[in-house]
C-alpha cells in the first residue's frame, strides 16, 4: 500500500452533516459527488494532509442504510491508496484478506476502488483505491 488516503464516516442527513463538519473544521467541503452506481451521495473535507468522506445512501437498499440502521452514524471505513489495484488484491488475498468485490468499482474522487470484508481486517471495512489515469 501507498499512504492513507482518507477516512469514510456514514451519515444519515449529508447536507446537515456537512454544516456541522464546515463548523468543526473550519473549511467547506472541497468535492460532492452523486455516485449513481454505488448508491450513495458523497463530500470530501480536505484539513491539512487528511481527508474525511462523509457517506450518505440514497437508494434505501445500498449497504449504507444497513450499517447506520445497526450501528448509526459514525466511521465507516479507512481507505489506503495502491499503485497498482489488480496486484494489491492479488497480494492481500494471498495474505488471507477476504474482498467484497474483487473486480474494482468506480469510487468517488476519480478512483477506482476494491473494499475487504471486516471480518478479515479486525472488524474494520478496509478500501484500497487507485486514482484513474
Not at 471480518?119 to 487507485?130: A, R
Amino acid at each position: 500500500m501507498k499512504t492513507f488516503d482518507h477516512i469514510g464516516i456514514a451519515v444519515k442527513n449529508l447536507e446537515s452533516s456537512n454544516l456541522l463538519f464546515e463548523k468543526l473544521l473550519g473549511v467547506k467541503p472541497s468535492k460532492n459527488e452523486n455516485l449513481t452506481e454505488q448508491g450513495v451521495l458523497v463530500s470530501f473535507f480536505r484539513k491539512d494532509n487528511y481527508k474525511i468522506e462523509l457517506v450518505s445512501a440514497n437508494n434505501p437498499k445500498n449497504p449504507i442504510n444497513k450499517f447506520l440502521s445497526k450501528r448509526g452514524e459514525g466511521i465507516h471505513h479507512i481507505a489506503f491508496k495502491v499503485e497498482n489495484i489488480k496486484a494489491e488484491v492479488d497480494r492481500l488475498k494471498k495474505e488471507g484478506f477476504a474482498p467484497i468485490n474483487e473486480t474494482p468499482v468506480k469510487g468517488a474522487n476519480n478512483k477506482i476502488v476494491v473494499f475487504f470484508y471486516p471480518k478479515t481486517t479486525n472488524g474494520v471495512l478496509i478500501e484500497i483505491c487507485q486514482e484513474i489515469k
